[in-house]
């Protein structure tokens, strides 16, 4: 079953500002929220859907990728990253709740008892994004590349397993919140009685205290430390684009939501080739004796070297042009084509003997522009002359 555009989903135009996407979002939340429809299937869909398409669209780069490649922009994400929209449970998307209606995380929290925060109402740390680069050759840029790249970053700590408490008897339920992470207050208005819901201060919303911490990570539940992680770029990249890998970015605080890996891509120049969007270009140097007489010359491409031939007369600016040589298109069967630009290589230092043959064939006819029909060719004179 193909997706909704995204843009339809919210019901805003793609030049949307954030503002009208978020406040589109918000209405969509609270129509087809499940506790306000108990029971329904659809509505539930509807309900994960619009989280979906709010969770690309209110981010700048996904939004940017979609926008370039519409939902086939998961592909280019490594190792099934895609737009983290895709996978999205609904403890993920109570867990937006928190920009879009303030700390209290629904707008429901006031009429049925409180957010439904993922782990019955706990509050769920997200690790920070990280951002790294990585340089890839023109081949490895046409025919994909699985690149492994050490990262310098937060990671859970062995010792504890990500709790930060020393060991399982550290933990206390809080008694501020009774374990629920967060406090209730009610408060007499002239409809009646008001309930609203908030994090709870003691613990920020876990629900639980530390009586004793861990010896390594402190109580943060996370080390610095190095995570060897491998990355499958697809062919066809460019300069400046960016891959996203779900959940390899830092590790959260007491077992919360690691961030996301973002990678931006470098073109590492190429010694003789230049890439021009999907085309590559190659500058074919030949002496004025081969554009003339013609030859056969042997040309570097992306796959290895080509043979080419020359034919007699060749003018200096031609473009010969090898078909699918070039780079593929992100996602697609479609290449691009090799170019070569023929320039013709005049020598700086002449022999005695060459200058002599070249002032012999100074004035012949066919060293001219335009040569006159009954002359001589300049075949037939290079034929006397070495007669």
Excluded at 206 to 232: A, L, M
Aim: with cysteine; glycine share 14%.
């Amino acid at each position: 079953m193909s997706k909704r555009d995204y843009y339809d989903v919210l019901g805003v135009s793609r030049n949307a500002e954030a503002d009208e996407i978020k406040k589109a979002y918000r209405k969509m939340a609270i129509k087809y929220h499940p506790d306000k429809n108990p029971g329904d299937k659809e509505a539930e869909e509807n309900f994960k859907e619009a989280a979906e398409a709010y969770e690309v669209l209110s981010n700048p780069e996904k939004r940017q990728r979609y926008n370039q490649f519409g939902h086939a922009a998961n592909a280019q994400s490594a190792n099934g990253g895609g737009y983290g929209g895709g996978g999205m449970n609904m403890d993920d998307i109570f867990s937006q709740f928190g920009d879009i209606f303030g700390g209290g995380g629904s707008p429901f929290d006031s009429f049925f008892g409180g957010g439904r925060q993922s782990g019955g109402g706990r509050r769920v740390a997200r690790g920070s994004n990280l951002r790294i680069k990585v340089k890839l050759t023109l081949e490895e840029i046409a025919n994909g590349a699985e690149k492994k790249i050490k990262v310098n970053k937060q990671i859970i700590c062995k010792t504890c397993d990500g709790t930060g408490a020393k060991d399982k008897s550290s933990f206390q339920t809080c008694k501020t919140c009774g374990g629920s992470g967060a406090v209730r207050r009610v408060t007499n208005t002239i409809l009646g009685q008001m309930q609203t819901t908030s994090t709870c201060p003691t613990c920020n919303g876990e629900g639980s205290t530390i009586t004793s911490k861990c010896n390594v990570c402190h109580g943060d539940g996370v080390v610095r430390g190095e995570e060897t992680i491998t990355i499958n770029v697809p062919a066809g990249v460019s300069e400046g684009m960016q891959l996203s890998m779900s959940g390899k970015g830092n590790a959260a605080p007491r077992g919360g939501v690691p961030g996301d890996l973002i990678i931006l891509i470098e073109e590492v120049p190429h010694e003789t080739l230049k890439r021009d969007g999907n085309n590559v270009i190659y500058d074919l140097h030949v002496n004025f004796v081969d554009a003339a007489l013609g030859t056969s010359v042997e040309v570097p491409t992306i796959d290895g070297k080509a043979k080419i031939k020359l034919d007699a007369g060749t003018q200096g600016g031609k473009i010969l042009r090898l078909k699918g040589k070039g780079v593929p298109e992100v996602n697609s069967y479609r290449r691009g084509d090799q170019l070569v630009h023929v320039n013709i290589w005049t020598p700086k230092a002449l022999s005695r003997e060459e200058h002599e043959l070249l002032e012999k064939l100074r004035n012949s006819p066919n060293f001219k522009p335009n040569p006159g029909k009954n002359e001589k060719s300049f075949f037939e004179r290079m034929k006397e002359y070495f007669e």
